[in-house]
C-alpha cells in the first residue's frame, strides 16, 4: 500500500439523473406508448428549434435535491437535426443522458478540465426554460451526455 494521498477529484455538481432523452420518429405515439405501457403523463411539450426537436417532457420522480427524473421524447423538426441523423443510423432509441446541476457553466468547466469536450461554449436554451450543454459522446463512453440547469 502506497502513502500517497489519492488524487483529488472535483465534484462536477452534478446532483440528480434529470432525464433519458429518447429518439423517436412519431412524437404522439410515443407519448401513447408510455401512456398505454406506464402510465406516465406529459407533463410539458415544446419545439426547440435551434436543437431542431419536438419535444414532451414525462415526469417520472421527485429527487432528493428538488428536482425531478423525466423522460423526454425526441422527434426531429428537420432532416439535418442531430436527432433526424441519429434516427437515420440507428432507429429509434436512447439517444442521450442528462444530469442535473444548479450551475451548468460550473459543472461543464470541471468535467471539460477532465479531458472531455464540451459542445457548447455558452449554454443553451433548453426544454422548461432550463440551460443545458452537450458532452461529446466519443469523450464520454460512447454516451452523449447533456448538463441541465432548471429555471428558478
Ligand atoms: N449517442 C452516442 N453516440 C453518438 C450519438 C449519440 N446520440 N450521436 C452521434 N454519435 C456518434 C456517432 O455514432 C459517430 O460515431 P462514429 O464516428 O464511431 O461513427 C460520432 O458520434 C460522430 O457522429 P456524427 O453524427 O457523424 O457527428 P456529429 O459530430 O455531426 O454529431 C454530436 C454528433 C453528438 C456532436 C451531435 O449530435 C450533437 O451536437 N449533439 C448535441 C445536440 C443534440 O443532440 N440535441 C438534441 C437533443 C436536445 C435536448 O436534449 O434538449
Ligand atoms: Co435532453
Same mark, same amino acid.
Given at each position: !500500500? /502506497?502513502?500517497?494521498?489519492?488524487?483529488?477529484?472535483?465534484?462536477?455538481?452534478?446532483?440528480?439523473?434529470?432525464?433519458?432523452?429518447?429518439?423517436? +420518429?412519431? *412524437?404522439? #405515439? /410515443?407519448?401513447?406508448?408510455? =401512456? +398505454?405501457?406506464?402510465?406516465? $403523463?406529459?407533463?410539458?411539450? $415544446?419545439? @426547440?428549434? $435551434?436543437? %431542431?426537436?419536438?419535444?414532451? !417532457?414525462? =415526469?417520472? @420522480?421527485?429527487?432528493?435535491?428538488?428536482?425531478?427524473?423525466?423522460?423526454?421524447? *425526441?422527434?426531429?423538426?428537420?432532416?439535418?437535426?442531430?436527432? #433526424?441523423?441519429? *434516427?437515420? =443510423? @440507428?432507429?429509434? %432509441?436512447?439517444?442521450? *443522458?442528462?444530469?442535473?446541476?444548479?450551475?451548468?457553466?460550473? /459543472?461543464?468547466?470541471?468535467?471539460?478540465? +477532465?479531458?472531455?469536450?464540451?459542445?457548447?461554449?455558452?449554454? +443553451? &436554451? %433548453?426544454?422548461?426554460? /432550463?440551460?443545458?450543454?452537450?458532452? &461529446?459522446?466519443?469523450?464520454?463512453? %460512447?454516451?452523449?451526455?447533456?448538463?441541465?440547469?432548471?429555471?428558478?
Amino acid at each position: !500500500m /502506497s502513502d500517497a494521498p489519492a488524487p483529488t477529484i472535483p465534484f462536477s455538481g452534478l446532483t440528480r439523473l434529470d432525464h433519458v432523452g429518447i429518439a423517436c +420518429r412519431d *412524437l404522439d #405515439a /410515443s407519448i401513447e406508448f408510455y =401512456r +398505454r405501457t406506464y402510465g406516465f $403523463e406529459v407533463e410539458h411539450e $415544446e419545439v @426547440n428549434e $435551434e436543437q %431542431g426537436v419536438r419535444e414532451a !417532457m414525462l =415526469r417520472i @420522480n421527485g429527487t432528493d435535491d428538488g428536482g425531478a427524473t423525466y423522460l423526454q421524447l *425526441l422527434e426531429p423538426t428537420r432532416p439535418d437535426s442531430p436527432v #433526424a441523423t441519429f *434516427l437515420d =443510423r @440507428n432507429g429509434e %432509441g436512447v439517444h442521450h *443522458l442528462a444530469f442535473g446541476t444548479s450551475d451548468v457553466a460550473g /459543472s461543464a468547466a470541471t468535467v471539460g478540465a +477532465r479531458d472531455v469536450r464540451v459542445l457548447d461554449r455558452e449554454p +443553451r &436554451h %433548453g426544454t422548461l426554460g /432550463s440551460r443545458i450543454v452537450f458532452l &461529446h459522446p466519443k469523450d464520454c463512453g %460512447g454516451v452523449l451526455t447533456e448538463l441541465v440547469q432548471s429555471a428558478g
